[in-house]
């Protein structure tokens, strides 16, 4: 200002160029489990409380499924800078299975066993290796496997089929009875036969039985051991009869022989 006049001319304005300050991003909660809810990560920053954009897989939905995704965090600030990236797994929710219907009587169908879970999701049954539900009798090794995305479970029973040899019915052969009897000169009915009823000797009490039509059995007496035959007079509404000598481990069947007198 040599004329005492403010110079037209001024220094042009400085521009300073500020670096972004580097910051310190965590993750956690990088192991979950499946439970129908969506799984974030926990972000954590030094300084704290910077803003933070977090993606899943690349998007920015939060995953729920199990399986693995790729986590990317990264500051958004007007001063700070700084990122982390890791890997989320969600694992399948542990379920437990219950066996049923094991034991079973053979007859020539198949026999397969039921099996119980909570929730009910698709359970992957084996039989010795086979997943065919067996027929024959025999043991088999029954393995129940979960198969669904976001559960797992398994488990091992035996499973048992029964072969019972049938008991042949408790029945006598049937007595011929005359049902039409003829009259004699004195207009008398012929006498009723006797039925003469044999058995082998047993070692404890026999109980005899009577039926008309095999479906209704009575208690006709109490024989004790040292007996083995009866003579009865035959009617016209008995028609069967058995025997069931009763053993200290159980009644059991004994043959008799049938005759009339």
């Given at each position: ?55 899943y897989n690349g998007l920015s939905t939060l995953p729920v499924n199990a399986g693995q995704y790729q ?191």
């Amino acid at each position: 200002n040599i004329y005492g006049i403010e110079s037209l001319f001024s220094d042009p304005p400085v521009m300073y160029v500020v670096p972004f300050s580097n910051s310190v991003v965590s993750l956690n909660g990088l192991t979950r489990t499946y439970d129908g809810g969506p799984k974030p990560v926990t972000v954590t920053t030094i300084p704290a409380g910077l803003s933070v954009v977090v993606t899943y897989n690349g998007l920015s939905t939060l995953p729920v499924n199990a399986g693995q995704y790729q986590v990317v965090a990264t500051v958004v600030d007007p001063v700070y800078t700084g990122s982390a990236s890791n890997t989320l797994t969600i694992t399948k929710a542990p379920l437990t299975i219950l066996f049923g219907n094991l034991d079973w009587n053979y007859d020539g169908t198949p026999k397969s066993v039921q099996v119980q879970i909570t929730p009910a999701v698709n359970v992957d049954l084996t039989y010795n290796d086979s997943p065919t539900p067996p027929t024959q009798p025999g043991t088999y090794v029954v393995v129940a496997l979960v198969d669904d995305p976001n559960y797992q479970g398994a488990a091992t029973n035996l499973m048992t089929i029964t072969y019972s040899k049938p008991t042949p019915p408790l029945t006598a052969p049937a007595i011929p009875y005359p049902d039409n009897q003829t009259l004699d000169a004195v207009s008398q009915l012929s006498p009723v036969p006797q039925t003469l009823l044999t058995w082998p000797r047993t070692q404890n009490r026999l109980v005899l039985f009577q039926s008309a039509d095999l479906r209704t059995w009575v208690p006709l007496t109490n024989t004790q051991s040292s007996a083995n035959s009866i003579t009865l007079q035959q009617t016209s509404s008995t028609r069967y009869y058995r025997a069931e000598e009763l053993a200290p481990a159980g009644s059991r069947p004994v043959p008799l022989s049938i005759r009339t007198k």
